[in-house]
């Protein structure tokens, strides 16, 4: 069973960075994982953030973070990252990461998830 653990978000002000991490364990060969990370914002659905393919030639990032978002991987550390720039109130949420077998498409679908990691942007 492949578990997820996020970890790096916090409280920063706009226009600061965050690179939040999330690191699979419990399974096998990380890099046959489609990754992605999504967020959900109080009263709001969960909703797409960026993703990437098992293949890592794929990415797909929401149009509200194109630019300023970058999602990657290492896999000697069976982590992935997604880096955040520029960052802003409406990014505030919880950010999970998801993770799928040999999954080619980015924005899912995924069957592994974390619990998430809270962030929080002020103005």
């Known amino acids: 069973q492949v578990q997820l653990v996020e970890s790096g978000g916090g409280l920063v002000q706009a226009g600061d960075s965050l690179r939040l991490s999330c690191v699979a364990s419990?399974?096998?060969?990380?890099?046959?994982?489609?990754t992605g990370w999504f967020r959900q914002a109080p009263g709001q659905e969960r909703e797409f953030v960026a993703g990437?393919?098992?293949?890592?030639?794929?990415?797909d990032y929401a149009d509200s973070v194109k630019g300023r978002f970058t999602i990657s991987r290492d896999f000697g550390k069976s982590t992935v990252y997604l880096q955040m720039n520029s960052l802003k109130p409406e990014d505030t949420a919880v950010y999970y990461c998801?993770?799928?077998?040999?999954?080619?498409?980015?924005?899912?679908?995924?069957?592994?998830w974390g619990q998430g990691t809270q962030v929080t942007v002020s103005s």
């Open positions: 419990g399974g096998t060969f990380f890099g046959r994982y489609g």
């Open positions: 990437l393919s098992w293949t890592g030639d794929r990415t």
């Open positions: 998801a993770g799928s077998w040999m999954s080619a498409q980015p924005r899912g679908p995924y069957t592994y």
